[in-house]
Protein backbone atom coordinates (compact mmCIF):
# COMPACT_ATOMS: atom_id res chain seq x y z
CA UNK A 1 0.00 0.00 0.00
CA UNK A 2 2.76 2.61 0.95
CA UNK A 3 4.76 1.51 -2.03
CA UNK A 4 1.43 2.08 -4.17
CA UNK A 5 0.75 5.82 -2.94
CA UNK A 6 5.17 6.15 -3.85
CA UNK A 7 5.81 7.27 -0.02
CA UNK A 8 8.08 4.55 1.20
CA UNK A 9 10.33 7.09 1.36
CA UNK A 10 8.98 9.11 4.10
CA UNK A 11 8.60 5.84 6.40
CA UNK A 12 12.14 4.65 6.12
CA UNK A 13 13.52 5.76 9.45
CA UNK A 14 14.56 4.36 12.72
CA UNK A 15 12.57 3.50 15.63
CA UNK A 16 14.21 6.55 17.30
CA UNK A 17 13.66 8.97 14.50
CA UNK A 18 10.51 8.22 14.43
CA UNK A 19 9.86 8.74 18.16
CA UNK A 20 11.77 11.92 17.57
CA UNK A 21 9.30 12.92 14.37
CA UNK A 22 6.47 12.55 16.59
CA UNK A 23 7.61 14.56 19.25
CA UNK A 24 9.46 17.67 16.64
CA UNK A 25 5.67 19.36 16.48
CA UNK A 26 5.55 19.62 20.36
CA UNK A 27 9.29 20.94 20.54
CA UNK A 28 8.14 23.39 17.75
CA UNK A 29 5.22 24.03 19.46
CA UNK A 30 6.64 25.07 23.03
CA UNK A 31 9.71 26.91 21.12
CA UNK A 32 7.75 28.85 19.16
CA UNK A 33 5.21 29.77 21.84
CA UNK A 34 8.36 31.53 23.79
CA UNK A 35 10.11 33.05 20.88
CA UNK A 36 6.41 34.82 20.11
CA UNK A 37 6.27 35.68 23.95
CA UNK A 38 9.67 37.29 24.17
CA UNK A 39 10.45 38.84 20.96
CA UNK A 40 9.13 42.64 20.64
CA UNK A 41 6.43 43.25 18.65
CA UNK A 42 4.19 46.03 17.46
CA UNK A 43 1.08 46.28 19.64
CA UNK A 44 -2.26 46.69 17.35
CA UNK A 45 -5.97 47.10 17.76
CA UNK A 46 -7.66 44.61 15.95
CA UNK A 47 -11.48 44.33 14.49
CA UNK A 48 -12.65 42.05 17.92
CA UNK A 49 -14.44 43.57 20.50
CA UNK A 50 -13.14 42.53 23.92
CA UNK A 51 -16.98 42.14 25.77
CA UNK A 52 -14.65 42.97 28.82
CA UNK A 53 -13.75 46.72 27.77
CA UNK A 54 -15.83 47.12 25.01
CA UNK A 55 -12.85 47.90 23.60
CA UNK A 56 -10.68 46.35 20.66
CA UNK A 57 -8.63 43.52 21.30
CA UNK A 58 -5.18 44.48 21.55
CA UNK A 59 -2.70 41.77 19.56
CA UNK A 60 0.74 42.12 19.68
CA UNK A 61 2.39 41.42 15.87
CA UNK A 62 5.93 39.52 15.69
CA UNK A 63 5.28 37.40 13.15
CA UNK A 64 7.90 38.56 10.23
CA UNK A 65 10.75 38.91 13.09
CA UNK A 66 9.77 34.98 14.58
CA UNK A 67 9.84 33.84 10.66
CA UNK A 68 13.25 35.16 10.04
CA UNK A 69 14.94 33.70 13.04
CA UNK A 70 13.51 30.00 12.13
CA UNK A 71 14.65 30.46 8.24
CA UNK A 72 17.88 31.03 9.73
CA UNK A 73 17.81 28.37 12.44
CA UNK A 74 16.86 25.86 10.07
CA UNK A 75 19.44 27.48 7.30
CA UNK A 76 22.39 27.19 9.47
CA UNK A 77 21.78 23.83 11.30
CA UNK A 78 22.78 25.50 14.45
CA UNK A 79 20.47 23.33 16.27
CA UNK A 80 21.87 20.19 14.76
CA UNK A 81 19.09 19.17 12.72
CA UNK A 82 19.78 18.41 9.51
CA UNK A 83 17.91 20.71 6.50
CA UNK A 84 15.74 18.09 5.56
CA UNK A 85 14.46 16.45 8.70
CA UNK A 86 11.10 18.23 8.28
CA UNK A 87 10.61 16.58 4.81
CA UNK A 88 11.61 12.86 5.91
CA UNK A 89 9.69 13.19 9.58
CA UNK A 90 6.58 14.59 7.61
CA UNK A 91 3.89 11.48 8.35
CA UNK A 92 5.20 10.90 12.27
CA UNK A 93 4.98 14.44 12.61
CA UNK A 94 1.65 15.10 11.27
CA UNK A 95 0.92 12.13 14.21
CA UNK A 96 2.44 13.77 16.82
CA UNK A 97 0.82 16.93 15.74
CA UNK A 98 -2.52 15.88 15.94
CA UNK A 99 -2.10 14.00 18.92
CA UNK A 100 -0.93 17.42 20.53
CA UNK A 101 -3.68 19.76 18.99
CA UNK A 102 -6.37 17.24 20.69
CA UNK A 103 -4.65 17.53 23.96
CA UNK A 104 -3.87 21.61 23.86
CA UNK A 105 -7.86 21.80 22.65
CA UNK A 106 -8.95 19.49 25.48
CA UNK A 107 -7.31 21.67 27.66
CA UNK A 108 -8.89 24.69 26.08
CA UNK A 109 -12.16 23.28 26.73
CA UNK A 110 -11.99 22.32 30.00
CA UNK A 111 -10.70 25.73 30.82
CA UNK A 112 -13.56 27.62 29.61
CA UNK A 113 -17.05 27.64 30.75
CA UNK A 114 -20.02 25.80 28.76
CA UNK A 115 -21.19 28.17 25.70
CA UNK A 116 -24.25 28.60 23.96
CA UNK A 117 -23.16 24.50 22.51
CA UNK A 118 -24.32 21.98 24.81
CA UNK A 119 -22.99 19.17 23.28
CA UNK A 120 -19.45 18.50 24.50
CA UNK A 121 -18.02 16.60 21.14
CA UNK A 122 -18.97 19.68 19.16
CA UNK A 123 -18.24 22.22 21.66
CA UNK A 124 -14.65 20.79 21.61
CA UNK A 125 -14.18 20.66 18.28
CA UNK A 126 -15.53 24.19 17.76
CA UNK A 127 -14.31 25.66 20.64
CA UNK A 128 -16.05 27.23 23.97
CA UNK A 129 -14.89 31.15 23.10
CA UNK A 130 -13.85 32.73 20.44
CA UNK A 131 -10.44 34.19 22.25
CA UNK A 132 -7.65 32.96 23.99
CA UNK A 133 -5.40 35.59 25.08
CA UNK A 134 -2.44 34.82 27.57
CA UNK A 135 0.22 37.04 29.46
CA UNK A 136 -1.49 40.36 29.94
CA UNK A 137 -2.73 39.90 25.85
CA UNK A 138 1.05 39.52 25.11
CA UNK A 139 0.02 36.14 22.98
CA UNK A 140 -3.21 35.46 21.28
CA UNK A 141 -2.99 31.75 20.57
CA UNK A 142 -4.90 32.33 17.40
CA UNK A 143 -1.67 34.60 16.18
CA UNK A 144 0.24 32.02 17.51
CA UNK A 145 -1.47 29.11 15.46
CA UNK A 146 -0.60 31.23 11.98
CA UNK A 147 2.71 32.37 12.92
CA UNK A 148 3.58 28.50 13.79
CA UNK A 149 1.60 27.36 10.79
CA UNK A 150 3.11 29.55 8.27
CA UNK A 151 6.60 29.22 9.01
CA UNK A 152 6.35 25.90 8.98
CA UNK A 153 4.58 25.36 5.50
CA UNK A 154 7.85 27.19 4.62
CA UNK A 155 9.62 24.94 6.53
CA UNK A 156 8.63 21.79 5.31
CA UNK A 157 8.57 22.92 1.84
CA UNK A 158 12.02 24.23 2.01
CA UNK A 159 13.14 20.53 3.76
CA UNK A 160 11.34 18.78 0.76
CA UNK A 161 13.22 20.61 -1.25
CA UNK A 162 16.89 19.62 0.35
CA UNK A 163 15.76 16.28 0.34
CA UNK A 164 15.02 16.31 -3.01
CA UNK A 165 18.19 18.29 -4.36
CA UNK A 166 20.05 15.02 -2.30
CA UNK A 167 18.33 12.42 -4.20
CA UNK A 168 18.37 13.51 -7.75
CA UNK A 169 21.75 14.94 -8.36
CA UNK A 170 21.76 15.76 -11.92
CA UNK A 171 18.05 15.17 -12.36
CA UNK A 172 16.76 17.87 -10.25
CA UNK A 173 13.03 18.78 -10.88
CA UNK A 174 13.06 22.61 -11.15
CA UNK A 175 9.74 22.25 -10.16
CA UNK A 176 10.24 21.31 -6.64
CA UNK A 177 12.39 24.21 -5.80
CA UNK A 178 9.81 26.33 -7.72
CA UNK A 179 7.12 24.91 -5.36
CA UNK A 180 9.40 25.69 -2.60
CA UNK A 181 9.64 29.65 -3.82
CA UNK A 182 5.67 29.75 -4.16
CA UNK A 183 5.13 28.95 -0.48
CA UNK A 184 8.04 30.64 1.09
CA UNK A 185 6.99 33.69 -0.71
CA UNK A 186 3.43 32.84 -0.08
CA UNK A 187 4.12 33.24 3.72
CA UNK A 188 6.81 36.20 3.59
CA UNK A 189 3.80 37.86 2.04
CA UNK A 190 1.49 36.51 4.63
CA UNK A 191 3.68 38.36 7.63
CA UNK A 192 4.14 41.54 5.51
CA UNK A 193 0.31 41.47 5.91
CA UNK A 194 -0.09 40.01 9.14
CA UNK A 195 -2.02 43.01 10.55
CA UNK A 196 -4.74 42.11 7.78
CA UNK A 197 -5.37 38.86 9.16
CA UNK A 198 -6.96 40.77 12.59
CA UNK A 199 -9.62 41.23 9.82
CA UNK A 200 -10.44 37.86 8.61
CA UNK A 201 -13.08 35.45 9.43
CA UNK A 202 -11.09 32.98 11.47
CA UNK A 203 -10.35 35.71 14.44
CA UNK A 204 -13.51 37.80 13.61
CA UNK A 205 -16.01 34.74 13.82
CA UNK A 206 -14.37 30.88 14.58
CA UNK A 207 -14.49 29.79 18.23
CA UNK A 208 -11.10 28.34 19.67
CA UNK A 209 -11.57 24.86 19.22
CA UNK A 210 -9.69 21.52 18.07
CA UNK A 211 -10.81 22.68 14.30
CA UNK A 212 -8.89 25.84 14.83
CA UNK A 213 -5.61 24.29 16.86
CA UNK A 214 -5.35 21.11 14.35
CA UNK A 215 -6.18 23.38 10.82
CA UNK A 216 -3.85 26.17 12.10
CA UNK A 217 -1.35 24.22 13.54
CA UNK A 218 -1.02 21.08 12.07
CA UNK A 219 -2.89 21.27 8.75
CA UNK A 220 -1.66 24.58 7.46
CA UNK A 221 1.84 23.51 8.71
CA UNK A 222 2.48 19.99 7.65
CA UNK A 223 -0.62 19.00 5.69
CA UNK A 224 -0.68 21.97 3.14
CA UNK A 225 2.64 20.04 1.46
CA UNK A 226 0.83 17.48 0.92
CA UNK A 227 1.35 17.17 -2.85
CA UNK A 228 5.59 17.27 -1.75
CA UNK A 229 5.24 14.33 -0.12
CA UNK A 230 4.29 12.36 -3.42
CA UNK A 231 6.01 14.64 -5.99
CA UNK A 232 9.89 15.31 -4.27
CA UNK A 233 10.69 11.59 -5.49
CA UNK A 234 10.35 12.01 -8.48
CA UNK A 235 13.16 13.46 -10.98
CA UNK A 236 13.06 16.37 -13.86
CA UNK A 237 9.71 15.83 -15.97
CA UNK A 238 11.36 15.01 -19.52
CA UNK A 239 10.15 17.82 -21.27
CA UNK A 240 11.27 19.35 -24.28
CA UNK A 241 13.42 22.88 -24.66
CA UNK A 242 10.22 24.36 -25.64
CA UNK A 243 7.77 23.02 -22.94
CA UNK A 244 10.63 23.10 -20.28
CA UNK A 245 10.27 27.23 -20.86
CA UNK A 246 6.25 27.30 -21.42
CA UNK A 247 5.82 25.61 -18.28
CA UNK A 248 8.56 27.37 -15.77
CA UNK A 249 6.74 30.58 -16.71
CA UNK A 250 3.23 29.88 -16.73
CA UNK A 251 2.86 27.69 -13.56
CA UNK A 252 4.41 30.42 -11.48
CA UNK A 253 2.72 32.96 -13.31
CA UNK A 254 -0.66 31.34 -12.45
CA UNK A 255 0.32 31.61 -8.70
CA UNK A 256 0.85 35.54 -9.37
CA UNK A 257 -2.54 35.80 -10.39
CA UNK A 258 -3.98 33.72 -8.17
CA UNK A 259 -1.99 35.50 -5.04
CA UNK A 260 -2.94 39.24 -6.51
CA UNK A 261 -6.58 38.31 -6.55
CA UNK A 262 -6.51 36.53 -2.85
CA UNK A 263 -4.59 39.87 -1.53
CA UNK A 264 -6.11 42.54 -3.35
CA UNK A 265 -9.42 40.85 -1.93
CA UNK A 266 -8.23 41.09 1.40
CA UNK A 267 -6.76 43.89 1.28
CA UNK A 268 -9.79 45.45 -0.03
CA UNK A 269 -12.18 43.80 2.85
CA UNK A 270 -9.19 45.53 5.49
CA UNK A 271 -9.01 48.93 4.04
CA UNK A 272 -12.70 49.22 4.09
CA UNK A 273 -12.66 48.21 7.35
CA UNK A 274 -10.61 50.65 9.02
CA UNK A 275 -11.17 53.25 6.24
CA UNK A 276 -14.38 53.23 4.85
CA UNK A 277 -14.44 56.51 3.25
CA UNK A 278 -10.96 56.52 1.51
CA UNK A 279 -11.01 54.82 -2.05
CA UNK A 280 -9.24 51.40 -2.41
CA UNK A 281 -5.74 51.76 -4.39
CA UNK A 282 -7.14 55.60 -4.17
CA UNK A 283 -9.29 54.72 -7.86
CA UNK A 284 -11.84 52.37 -6.23
CA UNK A 285 -14.70 53.62 -4.40
CA UNK A 286 -15.63 51.66 -1.23
CA UNK A 287 -19.64 51.06 -2.34
CA UNK A 288 -21.09 49.12 0.36
CA UNK A 289 -24.78 47.86 1.65
CA UNK A 290 -26.35 49.56 5.11
CA UNK A 291 -27.30 46.71 7.71
CA UNK A 292 -27.77 48.44 10.85
CA UNK A 293 -24.72 49.57 12.33
CA UNK A 294 -22.76 47.31 9.67
CA UNK A 295 -21.99 47.82 6.10
CA UNK A 296 -21.46 44.93 3.34
CA UNK A 297 -18.91 45.68 1.14
CA UNK A 298 -20.34 45.43 -2.84
CA UNK A 299 -17.47 47.11 -5.22
CA UNK A 300 -14.13 46.52 -6.51
CA UNK A 301 -13.19 42.96 -5.98
CA UNK A 302 -15.85 42.15 -3.75
CA UNK A 303 -18.31 43.81 -6.52
CA UNK A 304 -17.30 40.39 -8.50
CA UNK A 305 -17.89 37.35 -6.24
CA UNK A 306 -19.15 37.45 -2.92
CA UNK A 307 -16.04 35.02 -1.53
CA UNK A 308 -13.78 36.25 -4.84
CA UNK A 309 -10.66 35.87 -2.41
CA UNK A 310 -11.29 32.04 -2.70
CA UNK A 311 -10.75 32.07 -6.34
CA UNK A 312 -7.73 33.52 -6.06
CA UNK A 313 -6.84 30.49 -3.77
CA UNK A 314 -7.98 27.88 -6.50
CA UNK A 315 -5.84 29.48 -8.82
CA UNK A 316 -2.89 29.21 -6.27
CA UNK A 317 -3.94 25.74 -5.87
CA UNK A 318 -3.96 24.97 -9.90
CA UNK A 319 -0.48 26.58 -10.07
CA UNK A 320 0.57 24.12 -7.50
CA UNK A 321 -0.44 20.93 -9.24
CA UNK A 322 0.95 22.30 -12.74
CA UNK A 323 4.05 23.37 -10.40
CA UNK A 324 5.98 19.93 -10.26
CA UNK A 325 5.40 19.04 -14.29
CA UNK A 326 4.22 15.49 -13.49
CA UNK A 327 0.40 16.43 -14.69
CA UNK A 328 -0.50 13.11 -14.86
CA UNK A 329 0.52 12.18 -11.04
CA UNK A 330 -2.34 12.55 -8.64
CA UNK A 331 0.03 13.54 -5.88
CA UNK A 332 0.28 16.88 -7.40
CA UNK A 333 -3.24 17.13 -7.39
CA UNK A 334 -3.97 16.83 -3.82
CA UNK A 335 -3.64 20.60 -2.77
CA UNK A 336 -6.32 22.29 -5.59
CA UNK A 337 -8.56 18.97 -4.67
CA UNK A 338 -8.52 19.92 -0.92
CA UNK A 339 -8.61 23.57 -1.96
CA UNK A 340 -11.51 23.59 -3.85
CA UNK A 341 -13.60 21.16 -1.46
CA UNK A 342 -12.48 23.61 1.47
CA UNK A 343 -12.92 26.90 0.04
CA UNK A 344 -16.84 25.59 -1.66
CA UNK A 345 -17.51 24.38 1.53
CA UNK A 346 -16.27 27.59 3.27
CA UNK A 347 -18.15 29.69 0.92
CA UNK A 348 -21.29 27.52 1.98
CA UNK A 349 -20.52 28.04 5.95
CA UNK A 350 -19.67 31.95 5.61
CA UNK A 351 -22.96 33.01 3.52
CA UNK A 352 -25.18 31.09 6.99
CA UNK A 353 -23.04 32.99 8.63
CA UNK A 354 -23.25 36.52 7.02
CA UNK A 355 -26.94 35.97 7.22
CA UNK A 356 -27.12 35.40 10.63
CA UNK A 357 -24.80 38.97 10.93
CA UNK A 358 -26.11 41.27 8.79
CA UNK A 359 -30.21 39.82 8.51
CA UNK A 360 -31.56 37.86 5.46
CA UNK A 361 -33.43 40.67 3.96
CA UNK A 362 -29.85 42.85 4.05
CA UNK A 363 -27.64 39.79 3.06
CA UNK A 364 -30.29 38.77 0.48
CA UNK A 365 -30.17 42.27 -0.93
CA UNK A 366 -26.11 41.41 -1.34
CA UNK A 367 -26.62 38.49 -2.71
CA UNK A 368 -29.06 40.03 -5.67
CA UNK A 369 -26.43 42.57 -6.33
CA UNK A 370 -23.27 40.06 -6.41
CA UNK A 371 -24.99 36.58 -7.75
CA UNK A 372 -21.55 34.61 -7.95
CA UNK A 373 -20.22 33.15 -5.31
CA UNK A 374 -16.71 32.40 -5.83
CA UNK A 375 -15.73 32.49 -9.90
CA UNK A 376 -17.72 35.27 -11.67
CA UNK A 377 -19.83 34.26 -14.67
CA UNK A 378 -19.54 30.32 -13.16
CA UNK A 379 -20.18 29.72 -9.56
Known amino acids: MIDALGLEHLFDLTATEKILAFFTPLVIFAAFFVVQLILPGR ?5 VINPETGQPRNYKLNGMLVFVIA ?6 EVTGMPRDWFYRASIWSVAGGTAFAA ?24 GRVKEVSLFSERIN ?16 SLSGAVWHHDQFTGQVNL ?8 FTFYVFDYFIFERVQLYTYDLIEENTGFKLFWGGLVVYGWLFILPLWGMAAHPAPEFSTAWTYFWLVSAPLLFLIGWGISRGANLQKYMFKRFPERKFL ?22 KARHFNYMGEIFFGLAVALTF ?14 ALAMFIWRQIEDD ?28
Open 141 to 156: VKMWFYVVGGTMLALN
Open 325 to 338: GHFGNPWAWTYLAF
Open 352 to 379: RACAEKYGPEKWAEYQERVPYRIVPGIY
Open 103 to 126: VFSLIAFLSQPQGEVKNPIIAFYL
Open 43 to 47: RVPGY
Open 175 to 182: GVYMYAAI
Open 71 to 76: VIVWAT
Open 282 to 303: GIIEQEYIEAGERKILCSGLWG
